[in-house]
């Protein structure tokens, strides 16, 4: 490996702004940051932004069971192309991630990925709510979110024990917040489209009332819990107010539910079918706002990909989920009328620190592991599905124009973009 | 128009009126003593059925023969379908053969507007879950406006289960399309959850609405609902929003009485009042096949004389 120096790029971190040159050394760390430096190879940075590697608290990379739609290695590949150098795999995996034995394959895999791979373990055997999955084997090889993603946690006995349980283990429960009963048989957010389109529809109530339940337990038994994929209007309210009384909750937006309303649906195309659904136009000024002002922690992508029969169906047949790992960042710095450095907070250093993944998140200093993305925020493109890394097509941002492009990815020193292109 | 998907495909009150001028000569051919036109001769229709129906799928059936139009019939209980084939796949084998007109129901809302986006054929839909079912809202006003010369500023009260009713949501379209000023009775937890932007006012009280509508229209009451928590028995939903022989003397001499079948005798409507002169079930059906021909005339049908 040569040393690089990224030249004269805008660095962004949690630290603040400044302007100067980045050199990348051949241990994989930065060798100095400074004025007037010098190596190897030369990349002029100065139009760019040069931040920390992005970090996705939400992937699903399908592997192993669906490989169909994704594997590691191609969902890795969508993750360095749109700047992430750390995703945490979800655990809805066949078999699901709820053992020590998947979590090793899935860390195996992601050994040779173009990201750092982590993994979220699943709370219950099987994801099925009943009965605690080994969380202190996977824990004992890194897992430090654990989730039933896809299906919330219904009883409120059984979330109870898992936070205590979790507690001890120092680890974070994430939780999927979708009351069951409520939601039964939605397809859609339930309000005046699904009322007019006919497709069975979810209430926002169904999401609000595990957040509430969730945040009384967070009280009883002082543990961490993090909320996946918040979308109402009333969730963004309720975390915000047990943030401000002290309690260790965070939460992630992702990146559809902001740029997206339940009007999509009119045309009855699945690509817009999601879990939890797109909302309304009131749920997305609240979820901007919670991105604004801190309520919200983390952009999260829920990068969901389903292979093209899967999604060609009626709606209430077809699965729900999107693609989000090739947008996100551009979809960020388009939609949202937030200062560059919180969206990279959003997106880099805060959800580091949520899933408390090490060696992401910056800061860009000397020493430190050299994980960064080099953005060129005037650049704009539109978005091709044909053209993304994902082995699945389902992006419902078809023929969209962004702003914001990822130029190059560093995973620890190494290139694996290039001018827009993954090296391997 | 390409499809017949919606009722907001016909292009609002002229679209719905043009079909009804040809409704008219339909209803003239079937009443000749050999019903039948040569208007859609070499024009293949088949019918994709992936609901079981009865009346739609014979009406259509009449209504196709009666224009010399070739009909298959796609059943989807001894089909491919049974061994995992999707829709998309179904239906492009079906056009393959070809085809000009596919006629589907589905379960599904919205399973139309999919098909439609994968063929070239012409799409007519027959009923999508709980969304549309639009010549059943064309047959529907037709009959109102050969019984009372008309729809615009006609009372409309549609009585029962909206919520689940296809054939709720695309009256409401046709009917206010037309003119009429639509009530929608039913108790709240058989309502859409919202209805926002929709042109009815809302009344939980039957009683209180019948003497003031020109036309009561009952939808079909389902057994499951009670099962899903949303009526407490049928006897009760009867006593609140049944068509009972009590209820009919609250109506006007002239006030119609409509339901789009299979009728539930004894729940939504007693079976004397289905059986009463004002009630035009029965002409319902009847008109239901001159629609149909009307709506296939126009979506394979242009360019030829009808005489």
Request: hydrophobic share 45%; proline share 5%.
């Amino acid at each position: 490996m040569t040393t690089v120096v990224l030249k004269g790029g805008r660095i962004i971190d949690a630290t603040g702004e400044r302007s100067g040159d980045v050199v990348i050394g051949e241990d994989g760390r930065i060798a100095s940051v400074g004025q007037n430096l010098s190596a190897d190879r030369v990349i002029e940075a100065g139009a760019c932004i040069v931040a920390p590697g992005l970090v996705d608290l939400h992937a699903h990379l399908r592997e192993p069971g669906h490989e169909e739609a994704e594997t590691v290695e191609t969902g890795s590949r969508a993750a360095a192309l749109g700047g992430f150098t750390a995703v945490v795999a979800m655990p809805n995996t066949e078999p699901a991630t709820d053992n020590a034995a998947v979590v090793r394959e899935v860390l195996d895999l992601g050994k040779a990925a173009l990201c750092d791979v982590h993994v979220a373990g699943a709370i219950t055997v099987g994801r099925a709510g009943e009965q605690l999955a080994p969380m202190a084997e996977m824990a004992a090889l890194g897992v430090r979110l654990f989730t039933d993603d896809g299906n919330g946690i219904q009883d409120n006995r059984l979330m109870r024990r898992a936070l205590e349980y979790a507690s001890g283990l120092g680890v974070t429960l994430a939780q999927h917040c979708e009351d069951d009963s409520l939601a039964a048989g939605g397809h859609m957010h339930e309000g005046e489209w699904s009322s007019r389109l006919g497709i069975p529809g979810v209430p926002a109530e169904a999401e609000e009332l595990v957040v509430m339940r969730d945040i009384a337990l967070a009280r009883l038994t002082g543990a961490s819990i993090h909320f996946q994929h918040v979308s109402t209007a009333g969730a963004v309210a309720m975390v915000r107010a047990a943030k401000a009384g002290g309690l260790a909750i965070t939460a992630e937006v992702a990146p559809h539910h902001f740029t997206l309303t339940d009007e999509c649906c009119a045309g009855y195309d699945p690509v817009f079918k999601v879990n939890p659904p797109l909302r309304t136009p009131n749920d997305v000024a609240a979820l901007k706002a919670g991105l604004a002002d801190g309520a919200i922690d983390a952009i999260a992508t829920d990068h969901a990909p389903h292979a093209q029969e899967a999604k060609e169906k009626p709606f209430d047949e077809a699965p729900p989920g999107m693609l989000g790992l090739e947008t996100a960042l551009a979809l960020a710095m388009t939609e949202l009328d937030i200062d560059l450095a919180t969206i990279l907070g959003l997106l880099s250093w805060k959800p580091a620190a949520v899933a408390r993944i090490g060696g992401h998140g910056g800061p860009i200093v000397e020493g430190a592991p050299a994980n960064i993305c080099v953005i060129d925020p005037a650049a704009s493109w539109t978005v091709d599905p044909s053209l993304l890394a994902s082995r699945s097509r389902n992006t419902p941002y078809t023929g969209r124009t962004l702003m914001g492009r990822v130029v190059h990815t560093f995973l620890w020193g190494e290139p694996v973009v290039v001018d827009g292109e993954a090296t391997r | 128009m390409k499809h017949l998907l919606s009722v907001d495909d016909l292009g609002g009150r002229d679209g719905i009126e043009e079909v009804f001028r040809l409704t008219d000569s339909f209803v003239e051919v079937s009443e000749r003593q050999i019903p039948r036109v040569p208007a859609l001769r070499g024009k293949t229709v088949v019918w994709l059925f992936y609901e079981d129906s009865t009346r739609t799928r014979l009406s259509f059936e009449q209504a196709a023969k009666r224009l010399s139009a070739d009909t298959m019939n796609f059943s989807v209980s001894t089909s491919s379908v049974k061994k995992g084939e999707s829709l998309r796949d179904t239906v492009q084998t079906i056009e393959a053969m070809g085809v000009d007109c596919i006629v589907v129901r589905h379960g599904s809302a919205g399973a139309p507007w999919r098909v439609a986006d994968w063929v070239d054929a012409c799409v007519v839909n027959a009923g999508d879950g709980w969304h549309e079912h639009p010549t059943q809202a064309l047959l529907d006003s037709y009959t109102i406006r050969r019984h009372l010369g008309g729809v615009d500023g006609k009372r409309v009260a549609i009585v029962g289960d909206v919520k689940h009713s296809r054939v709720a949501r695309s009256d409401v379209l046709a009917f206010s399309a037309l003119g009429a000023e639509v009530t929608i009775v039913a108790p709240p937890t058989l309502l859409p959850p919202s209805l926002d932007g929709w042109p009815v006012s809302v009344s939980h009280d039957l009683d209180a609405v019948l003497p003031k509508c020109d036309v009561v229209y009952l939808l079909r009451m389902q057994r499951e609902r009670m099962t899903e928590a949303l009526i407490p028995s049928l006897r009760e939903y009867t006593a609140g929003f049944g068509l009972t022989r009590r209820r009919v003397d609250l109506l006007d001499e002239s006030t119609l009485v409509m339901h789009p079948g299979p009728m539930n005798r004894g729940v939504e409507i007693a079976a004397e009042v289905a059986d009463l002169p004002r009630s035009v079930v029965v002409d319902q059906v009847r008109n239901g096949v001159a629609v149909r021909m009307a709506v296939l005339f126009l979506l394979l049908g242009s360019g030829m004389d009808l005489t």
